[in-house]
Protein backbone atom coordinates (compact mmCIF):
# COMPACT_ATOMS: atom_id res chain seq x y z
CA UNK A 1 0.00 0.00 0.00
CA UNK A 2 1.07 3.51 -0.63
CA UNK A 3 0.55 5.94 1.58
CA UNK A 4 0.42 9.73 1.27
CA UNK A 5 0.56 11.71 4.33
CA UNK A 6 -1.45 14.09 5.29
CA UNK A 7 -0.52 17.68 7.59
CA UNK A 8 2.79 16.92 8.48
CA UNK A 9 6.01 18.64 10.24
CA UNK A 10 8.91 19.02 7.48
CA UNK A 11 11.14 19.32 10.82
CA UNK A 12 12.43 15.59 10.63
CA UNK A 13 13.05 15.76 7.34
CA UNK A 14 16.07 18.80 6.73
CA UNK A 15 18.75 18.98 8.19
CA UNK A 16 18.44 23.01 9.28
CA UNK A 17 15.16 21.22 11.80
CA UNK A 18 13.80 24.04 10.85
CA UNK A 19 9.78 23.23 11.50
CA UNK A 20 7.42 24.05 8.95
CA UNK A 21 4.48 22.43 7.59
CA UNK A 22 3.46 20.54 4.49
CA UNK A 23 -0.18 19.13 3.22
CA UNK A 24 1.17 16.05 1.81
CA UNK A 25 4.21 13.88 1.99
CA UNK A 26 4.55 10.94 -0.32
CA UNK A 27 7.54 9.03 0.18
CA UNK A 28 8.05 6.99 -3.27
CA UNK A 29 10.24 3.90 -3.58
CA UNK A 30 9.16 3.24 -6.87
CA UNK A 31 8.72 5.53 -10.22
CA UNK A 32 5.78 3.88 -10.39
CA UNK A 33 5.23 5.74 -7.09
CA UNK A 34 6.57 8.98 -7.84
CA UNK A 35 4.06 8.68 -10.99
CA UNK A 36 1.24 7.95 -9.11
CA UNK A 37 2.04 10.74 -5.95
CA UNK A 38 2.49 13.43 -9.53
CA UNK A 39 -0.83 12.38 -10.28
CA UNK A 40 -2.40 13.02 -6.95
CA UNK A 41 -1.05 16.47 -6.70
CA UNK A 42 -2.34 17.26 -9.90
CA UNK A 43 -5.55 15.74 -9.28
CA UNK A 44 -5.75 17.88 -6.26
CA UNK A 45 -4.67 20.91 -7.69
CA UNK A 46 -1.84 21.04 -5.53
CA UNK A 47 1.99 22.02 -6.78
CA UNK A 48 4.44 19.77 -6.08
CA UNK A 49 8.29 19.89 -4.58
CA UNK A 50 10.94 17.41 -4.57
CA UNK A 51 12.72 16.50 -1.53
CA UNK A 52 15.65 14.32 -1.15
CA UNK A 53 17.36 13.84 2.39
CA UNK A 54 16.73 17.55 2.77
CA UNK A 55 20.60 18.78 3.64
CA UNK A 56 20.43 21.69 1.09
CA UNK A 57 17.05 23.25 1.82
CA UNK A 58 16.37 25.89 3.94
CA UNK A 59 12.90 26.29 4.09
CA UNK A 60 10.92 29.51 5.00
CA UNK A 61 7.46 28.95 4.85
CA UNK A 62 4.50 26.14 5.03
CA UNK A 63 4.25 24.58 1.87
CA UNK A 64 0.10 23.74 0.44
CA UNK A 65 0.93 21.12 -1.80
CA UNK A 66 2.88 17.56 -1.87
CA UNK A 67 5.96 16.83 -1.21
CA UNK A 68 7.76 13.84 -3.36
CA UNK A 69 10.67 11.89 -1.32
CA UNK A 70 12.25 9.59 -3.98
CA UNK A 71 12.95 6.78 -2.22
CA UNK A 72 14.18 4.33 -4.89
CA UNK A 73 16.26 1.54 -3.41
CA UNK A 74 19.15 -0.24 -5.13
CA UNK A 75 22.50 -0.63 -6.40
CA UNK A 76 22.90 -2.66 -9.93
CA UNK A 77 26.18 -4.09 -11.26
CA UNK A 78 25.19 -2.75 -14.96
CA UNK A 79 28.76 -3.59 -16.84
CA UNK A 80 32.03 -4.27 -16.16
CA UNK A 81 35.45 -4.24 -17.94
CA UNK A 82 39.14 -4.42 -16.87
CA UNK A 83 39.41 -0.69 -16.20
CA UNK A 84 36.01 0.06 -14.57
CA UNK A 85 32.19 -0.91 -12.85
CA UNK A 86 29.42 1.25 -14.25
CA UNK A 87 26.54 1.18 -11.26
CA UNK A 88 22.98 1.76 -11.65
CA UNK A 89 21.96 3.27 -8.25
CA UNK A 90 18.76 4.26 -6.91
CA UNK A 91 17.86 8.27 -6.21
CA UNK A 92 16.71 6.94 -2.36
CA UNK A 93 19.85 5.26 -1.82
CA UNK A 94 22.02 7.14 0.92
CA UNK A 95 25.10 9.00 -0.62
CA UNK A 96 27.49 7.41 2.16
CA UNK A 97 26.32 4.14 1.54
CA UNK A 98 27.08 4.02 -1.87
CA UNK A 99 30.63 5.83 -0.85
CA UNK A 100 31.38 2.96 1.26
CA UNK A 101 30.29 0.35 -1.17
CA UNK A 102 32.57 1.93 -3.70
CA UNK A 103 35.68 1.61 -0.90
CA UNK A 104 34.77 -1.16 0.62
CA UNK A 105 35.37 -3.03 -3.28
CA UNK A 106 38.32 -0.78 -3.68
CA UNK A 107 36.60 0.95 -6.65
CA UNK A 108 37.83 5.10 -7.18
CA UNK A 109 36.42 7.79 -7.89
CA UNK A 110 33.84 9.33 -5.30
CA UNK A 111 36.44 8.38 -2.13
CA UNK A 112 37.17 12.16 -1.53
CA UNK A 113 33.43 12.87 -2.02
CA UNK A 114 32.55 10.64 1.80
CA UNK A 115 30.37 11.39 4.46
CA UNK A 116 28.70 14.04 1.89
CA UNK A 117 25.04 14.01 3.82
CA UNK A 118 21.88 13.56 1.15
CA UNK A 119 20.92 11.09 -0.97
CA UNK A 120 22.10 9.33 -4.14
CA UNK A 121 19.18 11.53 -6.50
CA UNK A 122 20.47 14.82 -5.44
CA UNK A 123 24.19 14.57 -6.07
CA UNK A 124 24.22 15.55 -9.52
CA UNK A 125 22.06 18.58 -9.06
CA UNK A 126 24.18 20.29 -7.57
CA UNK A 127 27.22 18.81 -8.44
CA UNK A 128 28.69 17.59 -5.08
CA UNK A 129 32.31 18.57 -4.62
CA UNK A 130 34.57 17.94 -2.26
CA UNK A 131 38.73 17.80 -1.84
CA UNK A 132 39.25 18.54 -5.67
CA UNK A 133 36.75 16.24 -6.79
CA UNK A 134 33.43 16.67 -8.25
CA UNK A 135 31.10 13.85 -9.00
CA UNK A 136 30.31 14.70 -12.24
CA UNK A 137 33.68 12.95 -13.22
CA UNK A 138 31.60 9.72 -12.41
CA UNK A 139 28.12 10.31 -13.65
CA UNK A 140 27.41 8.56 -16.94
CA UNK A 141 24.13 9.34 -16.91
CA UNK A 142 20.93 10.28 -15.03
CA UNK A 143 17.56 8.69 -15.31
CA UNK A 144 14.26 11.13 -14.29
CA UNK A 145 10.48 11.25 -14.49
CA UNK A 146 8.97 14.20 -16.66
CA UNK A 147 6.65 15.82 -14.27
CA UNK A 148 4.47 17.21 -17.25
CA UNK A 149 4.53 13.88 -19.57
CA UNK A 150 5.53 11.66 -16.99
CA UNK A 151 7.61 10.04 -19.02
CA UNK A 152 11.26 8.43 -17.86
CA UNK A 153 13.88 10.11 -19.53
CA UNK A 154 17.46 10.27 -19.81
CA UNK A 155 20.53 12.68 -19.76
CA UNK A 156 23.90 11.22 -20.51
CA UNK A 157 26.81 13.78 -18.63
CA UNK A 158 27.44 16.21 -21.32
CA UNK A 159 23.30 16.65 -21.06
CA UNK A 160 23.78 17.51 -17.56
CA UNK A 161 25.52 21.14 -18.08
CA UNK A 162 27.58 20.24 -15.13
CA UNK A 163 29.54 23.28 -13.43
CA UNK A 164 30.78 24.36 -10.13
CA UNK A 165 27.72 23.53 -8.06
CA UNK A 166 25.58 23.31 -10.54
CA UNK A 167 23.58 21.35 -13.39
CA UNK A 168 20.66 21.53 -15.66
CA UNK A 169 18.96 20.08 -13.07
CA UNK A 170 19.52 23.28 -11.08
CA UNK A 171 18.71 25.35 -13.56
CA UNK A 172 15.88 25.15 -16.56
CA UNK A 173 15.16 21.51 -15.75
CA UNK A 174 14.06 23.12 -12.03
CA UNK A 175 11.09 21.40 -10.88
CA UNK A 176 10.48 19.67 -14.25
CA UNK A 177 12.08 16.50 -13.62
CA UNK A 178 12.69 13.83 -10.64
CA UNK A 179 15.70 12.52 -10.63
CA UNK A 180 15.04 8.06 -10.46
CA UNK A 181 18.43 6.83 -10.51
CA UNK A 182 21.96 7.50 -11.51
CA UNK A 183 24.91 5.66 -13.39
CA UNK A 184 28.08 5.94 -12.08
CA UNK A 185 31.34 4.40 -13.14
CA UNK A 186 33.92 3.44 -10.24
CA UNK A 187 37.65 2.79 -11.65
CA UNK A 188 39.28 -0.29 -10.93
CA UNK A 189 42.60 0.75 -10.89
CA UNK A 190 42.23 4.14 -9.31
CA UNK A 191 44.32 7.44 -9.39
CA UNK A 192 43.83 9.83 -6.07
CA UNK A 193 43.37 13.33 -5.84
CA UNK A 194 45.56 14.29 -2.84
CA UNK A 195 46.29 17.87 -3.86
CA UNK A 196 43.54 19.43 -1.40
CA UNK A 197 44.90 20.89 1.59
CA UNK A 198 45.99 18.48 4.14
CA UNK A 199 44.66 15.77 2.62
CA UNK A 200 47.93 14.34 1.44
CA UNK A 201 49.02 14.58 5.03
CA UNK A 202 46.30 12.90 6.82
CA UNK A 203 46.54 9.83 4.11
CA UNK A 204 49.82 9.24 4.91
CA UNK A 205 49.21 9.24 8.94
CA UNK A 206 46.63 6.12 7.91
CA UNK A 207 49.19 4.53 6.13
CA UNK A 208 49.25 3.32 1.98
CA UNK A 209 47.57 5.48 -0.46
CA UNK A 210 43.99 3.50 -0.48
CA UNK A 211 40.42 4.18 -1.32
CA UNK A 212 40.10 2.82 2.14
CA UNK A 213 42.55 5.26 3.07
CA UNK A 214 41.50 8.38 1.27
CA UNK A 215 37.83 7.86 2.83
CA UNK A 216 39.08 7.48 6.35
CA UNK A 217 40.80 10.59 5.84
CA UNK A 218 38.68 12.56 4.59
CA UNK A 219 35.97 11.55 7.17
CA UNK A 220 38.92 12.70 9.64
CA UNK A 221 38.90 15.78 8.29
CA UNK A 222 35.24 16.39 7.85
CA UNK A 223 34.40 15.19 11.57
CA UNK A 224 37.07 17.77 12.82
CA UNK A 225 35.38 20.82 10.88
CA UNK A 226 32.07 19.99 9.88
CA UNK A 227 28.85 19.91 12.77
CA UNK A 228 27.00 17.10 12.32
CA UNK A 229 23.33 17.93 11.28
CA UNK A 230 21.68 15.35 14.14
CA UNK A 231 23.61 17.52 16.90
CA UNK A 232 23.51 20.77 15.43
CA UNK A 233 21.40 22.14 12.41
CA UNK A 234 23.35 22.83 9.16
CA UNK A 235 23.19 22.82 5.60
CA UNK A 236 26.85 22.37 4.95
CA UNK A 237 28.44 25.15 3.16
CA UNK A 238 25.60 28.15 2.92
CA UNK A 239 27.20 30.12 0.11
CA UNK A 240 29.38 28.84 -2.89
CA UNK A 241 32.87 30.08 -3.14
CA UNK A 242 33.03 33.23 -5.39
CA UNK A 243 35.05 33.58 -8.41
CA UNK A 244 36.72 37.16 -8.98
CA UNK A 245 39.20 37.94 -12.23
CA UNK A 246 42.94 38.38 -11.72
CA UNK A 247 43.29 41.80 -10.71
CA UNK A 248 41.07 41.80 -8.31
CA UNK A 249 42.70 38.62 -6.37
CA UNK A 250 45.69 40.72 -6.87
CA UNK A 251 44.72 43.45 -5.32
CA UNK A 252 43.28 41.43 -2.29
CA UNK A 253 46.43 39.06 -2.15
CA UNK A 254 48.62 42.22 -2.08
CA UNK A 255 46.34 43.32 0.94
CA UNK A 256 46.09 40.26 2.83
CA UNK A 257 48.92 37.94 2.62
CA UNK A 258 46.85 34.93 4.13
CA UNK A 259 44.36 34.72 1.22
CA UNK A 260 44.29 31.21 -0.42
CA UNK A 261 42.49 31.71 -3.46
CA UNK A 262 42.78 29.16 -6.48
CA UNK A 263 43.10 29.75 -10.07
CA UNK A 264 40.04 28.34 -12.12
CA UNK A 265 41.36 29.08 -15.58
CA UNK A 266 43.49 32.09 -17.11
CA UNK A 267 42.61 34.99 -15.58
CA UNK A 268 39.86 34.11 -12.74
CA UNK A 269 40.22 32.56 -9.41
CA UNK A 270 38.02 31.24 -6.89
CA UNK A 271 37.83 32.41 -3.40
CA UNK A 272 37.46 30.83 0.15
CA UNK A 273 33.93 32.03 1.10
CA UNK A 274 34.58 30.89 4.35
CA UNK A 275 37.78 33.26 4.19
CA UNK A 276 35.48 36.61 3.56
CA UNK A 277 33.07 35.48 6.14
CA UNK A 278 36.02 35.38 8.79
CA UNK A 279 37.55 38.10 8.10
CA UNK A 280 34.07 40.05 8.38
CA UNK A 281 33.62 39.26 11.79
CA UNK A 282 31.30 36.94 11.72
CA UNK A 283 32.99 33.30 12.62
CA UNK A 284 31.32 32.24 15.67
CA UNK A 285 29.18 34.83 15.85
CA UNK A 286 25.43 34.14 17.24
CA UNK A 287 22.14 35.82 16.36
CA UNK A 288 19.13 34.54 18.86
CA UNK A 289 18.68 31.11 17.89
CA UNK A 290 21.23 31.03 14.58
CA UNK A 291 24.88 31.71 14.42
CA UNK A 292 27.87 31.26 11.76
CA UNK A 293 29.58 28.31 12.80
CA UNK A 294 32.72 28.52 14.84
CA UNK A 295 34.78 26.24 13.01
CA UNK A 296 33.80 26.86 9.39
CA UNK A 297 32.65 30.11 9.16
CA UNK A 298 30.70 29.21 5.65
CA UNK A 299 27.91 26.88 7.37
CA UNK A 300 25.16 28.73 9.30
CA UNK A 301 23.71 26.75 11.90
CA UNK A 302 20.34 26.27 14.01
CA UNK A 303 20.80 26.34 17.56
CA UNK A 304 17.50 24.82 18.21
CA UNK A 305 14.44 27.65 17.77
CA UNK A 306 16.04 29.56 14.54
CA UNK A 307 13.04 29.71 11.98
CA UNK A 308 13.95 29.77 8.10
CA UNK A 309 13.58 33.78 8.13
CA UNK A 310 16.01 33.88 11.05
CA UNK A 311 18.91 32.26 9.16
CA UNK A 312 17.89 33.88 5.91
CA UNK A 313 18.47 37.02 7.39
CA UNK A 314 21.72 36.52 8.90
CA UNK A 315 22.95 35.24 5.65
CA UNK A 316 21.54 38.73 4.23
CA UNK A 317 23.63 40.58 6.70
CA UNK A 318 26.80 38.61 5.91
CA UNK A 319 26.26 38.92 1.91
CA UNK A 320 25.97 43.02 3.31
CA UNK A 321 29.18 43.22 5.40
CA UNK A 322 31.25 41.04 2.42
CA UNK A 323 30.13 42.97 0.15
CA UNK A 324 30.88 46.48 2.00
CA UNK A 325 34.53 45.20 3.02
CA UNK A 326 35.25 43.45 -0.25
CA UNK A 327 33.04 44.47 -2.50
CA UNK A 328 32.25 40.79 -3.52
CA UNK A 329 29.12 39.17 -4.10
CA UNK A 330 28.18 36.26 -2.22
CA UNK A 331 26.04 33.81 -4.05
CA UNK A 332 23.70 31.16 -1.47
CA UNK A 333 24.68 27.65 -2.19
CA UNK A 334 21.97 26.23 -0.56
CA UNK A 335 18.47 26.05 -1.96
CA UNK A 336 15.91 28.82 -0.45
CA UNK A 337 12.14 27.44 -0.26
N1 LIG B 1 38.68 29.34 5.60
C1 LIG B 1 38.84 30.38 6.48
N2 LIG B 1 37.92 30.52 7.48
C2 LIG B 1 36.87 29.69 7.62
C3 LIG B 1 36.70 28.63 6.71
C4 LIG B 1 37.62 28.48 5.70
O1 LIG B 1 39.79 31.14 6.40
O2 LIG B 1 36.10 29.87 8.58
C5 LIG B 1 39.69 29.12 4.56
C6 LIG B 1 40.58 27.93 4.97
O3 LIG B 1 41.65 28.36 5.70
C7 LIG B 1 40.98 27.33 3.65
C8 LIG B 1 39.88 27.72 2.71
O4 LIG B 1 39.09 28.70 3.36
O5 LIG B 1 42.18 27.90 3.19
C9 LIG B 1 39.05 26.56 2.25
O6 LIG B 1 38.36 25.99 3.38
P1 LIG B 1 37.80 24.49 3.35
O7 LIG B 1 38.88 23.55 2.93
O8 LIG B 1 37.13 24.23 4.64
O9 LIG B 1 36.77 24.45 2.17
P2 LIG B 1 35.67 25.50 1.64
O10 LIG B 1 36.16 26.11 0.38
O11 LIG B 1 35.26 26.40 2.73
C10 LIG B 1 34.55 23.75 0.05
C11 LIG B 1 33.20 23.19 -0.21
C12 LIG B 1 32.81 22.19 0.87
C13 LIG B 1 33.85 21.07 0.85
C14 LIG B 1 35.23 21.69 1.11
C15 LIG B 1 36.34 20.67 1.00
C16 LIG B 1 31.96 24.93 -1.40
C17 LIG B 1 30.86 25.92 -1.33
N3 LIG B 1 32.21 24.27 -0.27
O12 LIG B 1 34.48 24.49 1.28
O13 LIG B 1 31.57 21.62 0.52
O14 LIG B 1 33.58 20.11 1.84
O15 LIG B 1 35.49 22.70 0.10
O16 LIG B 1 36.51 20.33 -0.33
O17 LIG B 1 32.54 24.75 -2.46
C18 LIG B 1 29.22 21.87 0.82
O18 LIG B 1 29.15 22.10 -0.39
O19 LIG B 1 28.20 21.86 1.55
C19 LIG B 1 30.52 21.63 1.42
C20 LIG B 1 30.67 21.45 2.73
Redesign the pocket.
Known amino acids: MFVIKKDISLKPYNTFGIDVAASYYARANTVEKILYAINFASYNKLPIFVLGGGS?ILFTRDFEGVIINPAIQGVQLQSDDEQYYVFRVGAGVVWDKFVELAANNNLGGVENLSHIPGLVGASPIQN?????VEVKDTIVKVEAVEVSSRKLVEFNASECHFGY?DSIFKQELKEKVIITHVWFRLSRNPSFELS??NLAEEVAKLGEVSVQNVRKAVINI?KS??PDPAELGN???F???PIVDADKYTMLKVRHADL?GFQVSESFYKI????L??KAGW?GKQMGECGVHH?????LVNYGGATGTDILDLASSIQRSVWEQFGIELER?VNVF
Open positions: NIGAYGRYGRKLAGSFKNNPAGWIEKKQALIE
